[in-house]
């Protein structure tokens, strides 16, 4: 299992030696039960222990934040 914590005062999530900008959800992953993390960049919700982003891509090119550049997994995005 994937160990996390939440820096709520620099709204940052960490995932081993890892800082996302961030939060950890109240909702639940349909697949391990664990719960969700907010990603900021990619203003999306992922698992961290099944490693799966849990929302699709997002197609509105008006949109502030697009989705289009989501990854297959988590693990290896560069952390901003």
Do not use: Q
Not at 7 to 34: A, T, W
Not at 55 to 64: V, W
Request: aromatic fraction near 10%; proline fraction near 2%.
């Amino acid at each position: 299992m994937m160990k996390f914590i939440e820096d709520e005062h620099n709204s940052e999530v960490i995932l081993g030696n890892i800082r996302i900008r961030g939060f950890i959800s109240d909702e639940k992953c349909r697949k391990c039960n664990n719960v969700l993390i907010y990603y900021e960049r990619h203003d999306a919700l992922f698992c961290a222990e099944c490693n799966k982003w849990v929302e699709k891509k997002c197609g509105d090119l008006t949109a502030s934040i697009v989705t289009l550049d989501l990854p297959d997994r988590f693990r290896g995005i560069p952390c901003y």
